[in-house]
């Protein structure tokens, strides 16, 4: 391909063996330890809050390699520590004073807007709603299965009287793996439209926001393309308020899913897009989930910082008793005096809820010999046979809705 582009190798070869008889690098330009201390700390920063020093000074060392000495390079470090561009942190580590500002800033708006903004129905309204919505789904699916009855969860209750009765512009919904928050969205969605209120979302990944979309009814686009949307949109309504300065932009609600993947640049963004837009935000997720793939954890700081905060927290997932009573252990429900919420969760009773599980009969060990164990052959040894035998016995349906996990590649492909 780069012959037909016309590139003449021969050319490159006769320049690099001239570069190979001075030594082998020849450096295009020379850097100052200061541009090898920015480049690293652009490189860690963007990634990680928090870096240790050997990082940041091996990647400056690396990309200046030939280029600057690492007496230039500490030099550089010392005095961006000095002058407060590295803050050092009491565990030793280092963060940059951009990543703080921005914490800080963040936080600072929460504080500020706590009642600056309008309730969409007052505490009485919301809870009719609710109590309205349980009759008419259990009237609808009481005709078709009398014994299955719909009631929202005390979580589900809790975050749709926060979203659509606070006076605060920013609040967090903590809601765990299976408890609801489509379900809850969906109401959200409706009683916001009822009251004039435009509902839309947005995610972190493309599926997410699919999801939302598709599960909840709340049109949605991923965190950057809502970014690109609503500056195009605020520049349009600037642009129409120079002819009608009356024009009114209707109220607003944003709801942000996922929101544990969000990265601190991108929180703050939302943030001072909102407070232009005049809208509300809720930021729903989940601190113990993935943390995203740029720096911070704006959603767990925030959670932990004062922002108006609904926990849900009662798992439905799970349909047997015993499953039931499983993720109660771990999550800490079994532990609960009556009428208690749960609010905090640690995932600190796995290995108890494992002991649980096992005495009710749902741990089957299967005991392997060494030969067994070392084994690689395609037959598998006792316990691939025994996961075989167990699927093997399974109709298509349950086949289809069952799981098999395995640690290594060699018990997937035996």
Do not use: C
Not at 66 to 78: I, K, L, S, Y
Not at 173 to 190: E, F, I, S, Y
Not at 200 to 227: N, Y
Not at 250 to 264: I, Y
């Amino acid at each position: 391909q780069a012959q037909a582009l016309g590139i003449d190798f021969s050319e490159i070869n006769a320049r690099a063996q001239v570069h190979r008889s001075k030594g082998g690098f020849v450096a295009q330009h020379q850097l100052s330890g200061r541009e090898a201390m920015v480049f690293s700390g652009g490189h860690h920063f963007e990634r990680e809050a928090v870096v240790d020093k050997s990082q940041l000074m091996a990647t400056a060392m690396a990309h200046g390699a030939g280029r600057v000495g690492p007496d230039a390079v500490m030099q550089a470090f010392n005095t961006l520590e000095r002058d407060g561009d590295l803050v050092k942190l009491p565990d030793g580590r280092y963060t940059a004073k951009k990543m703080i500002s921005s914490e800080t800033w963040s936080l600072e708006q929460v504080r500020a807007h706590k009642g600056q903004t309008a309730p969409v129905m007052t505490v009485q309204q919301v809870s009719q709603r609710i109590a309205d919505e349980e009759v008419r789904r259990n009237t609808e699916s009481g005709q078709r299965n009398p014994a299955k009855k719909f009631v929202y969860t005390e979580g589900q209750k809790d975050a749709l009287i926060l979203a659509l009765t606070t006076k605060d512009r920013y609040m967090e919904v903590q809601g765990l793996a299976g408890t609801g928050k489509t379900t809850m969205l969906k109401a959200l969605n409706a009683m916001a439209q009822e009251n004039g209120v435009v509902v839309r979302g947005m995610a972190p990944t493309g599926a997410a926001s699919q999801t939302l979309s598709r599960e909840a009814g709340i049109p949605s686009d991923t965190v950057s393309m809502f970014f690109v949307k609503e500056r195009k949109l605020q520049d349009d309504i600037a642009f129409a308020r120079r002819y009608a300065d009356d024009f009114k932009r209707k109220d607003e609600m944003w709801v942000v899913d996922e929101s544990s993947f969000l990265s601190q640049k991108q929180k703050s963004l939302i943030d001072a897009l909102a407070q232009t837009a005049g809208a509300k935000v809720v930021y729903l997720g989940d601190k113990l989930q993935l943390q995203g793939v740029e720096a911070g954890k704006p959603f767990e700081l925030a959670q932990n910082n004062g922002i108006s905060t609904a926990y849900m927290t009662e798992i439905s997932r799970q349909k047997t008793p015993q499953m039931k009573h499983a993720v109660a252990i771990m999550t800490g429900h079994d532990q609960l005096a009556p009428g208690e919420r749960l609010n905090e969760i640690e995932l600190a009773s796995n290995a108890r809820a494992f002991n649980y599980m096992d005495s009710a009969g749902m741990v089957r060990e299967v005991r392997e010999s060494d030969a067994n164990l070392n084994a690689s052959s395609m037959g598998g040894g006792e316990l691939v046979q025994a996961v075989v035998a167990d699927v093997l016995r399974m109709n298509p349906v349950e086949r289809a809705n069952t799981l098999v996990i395995t640690p290594f590649n060699k018990d997937r492909h035996e």
